[in-house]
């Protein structure tokens, strides 16, 4: 099977910019997670979602929202960046909500300038 | 926030030396796993241990977890170049099952 896929993989965005990353899953995974990972906090959830509802939410402000298609494809949106928005976001899929394991893509590397 | 807490921060070994990193957390779970992220790279799952689990193998992987201490040990023997990496261990607790990740052992083997 193909693994998890991330698009694009680096981007470079200005402060006050909105940006769309985008994450397939591996198919048959219905579940879809995105994770900001920085030097400063780690790795930090962001919110989950499970045939096209947000399951699960991280504690991040509004300006990170997230969708999912029926294809169960992702996307995750920031609107109105800051600085400290740049970081590398990972997508990560498992089976269902009730999975343990994760598998995750390569990410997206977001710096904001 | 952080569940896990992983120590060392780093460790540095020569290859075919064994090379543990402890993971420390602070509230009951129901699992915890420990994954390995090359740099700047996706995260891969190594292995999955549960509560009611006390050691578990795969491959040169050896993980233990102590509930009564709150905390986890992975051993990888013989460490070859190719385990240089970063290491997260990452607990679930209720009834997400949202892993929760520490900030990671950094590993370096040096050939």
């Known amino acids: 099977k193909a693994g998890v896929t991330q698009t694009p993989r680096y981007l470079i965005k200005t402060r006050g910019q909105q940006v769309t990353l985008s994450c397939s899953p591996i198919?048959?995974?219905?579940?879809v997670s995105w994770y900001q990972q920085t030097p400063g906090q780690g790795l930090q959830f962001l919110f989950e979602?499970?045939?096209?509802?947000?399951?699960n939410k991280g504690n991040f402000p509004g300006r990170f929202s997230g969708r999912q298609f029926s294809n169960s494809r992702s996307e995750m949106n920031v609107s109105t960046l800051e600085l400290g928005d740049s970081a590398l976001y990972l997508c990560?899929?498992?089976?269902?909500?009730?999975?343990?394991?994760?598998?995750f893509g390569p990410g997206t590397r977001l710096t904001v300038t | 926030s952080q569940q896990g807490e992983e120590d060392p921060q780093a460790l540095s070994i020569q290859e075919g030396e064994n090379a543990t990193m402890n993971c420390s957390y602070k509230?009951?779970?129901?699992?915890l796993q420990w994954y390995r992220q090359n740099s700047g790279r996706g995260l891969v799952h190594l292995i999955l241990?549960?509560?009611?689990?006390r050691e578990k193998h795969s491959g040169r992987l050896r993980v233990t977890l102590d509930t009564s201490k709150k905390s986890s040990s992975l051993l990888i023997t013989a460490s070859r170049a190719a385990d240089t990496a970063s290491y997260f261990c990452?607990?679930?607790?209720?009834?997400?099952?949202?892993?929760?990740f520490g900030r990671g052992t950094s590993l370096i083997v040096h050939p």
């Open positions: 198919s048959g995974h219905r579940s």
């Open positions: 241990i549960r509560s009611n689990e």
């Open positions: 509230t009951s779970i129901n699992n």
């Open positions: 979602y499970f045939s096209e509802t947000q399951r």
């Open positions: 990560a899929s498992r089976h269902g909500t009730g999975s343990l394991e994760q598998y």
């Open positions: 990452a607990t679930d607790s209720g009834g997400s099952y949202i892993p929760t």
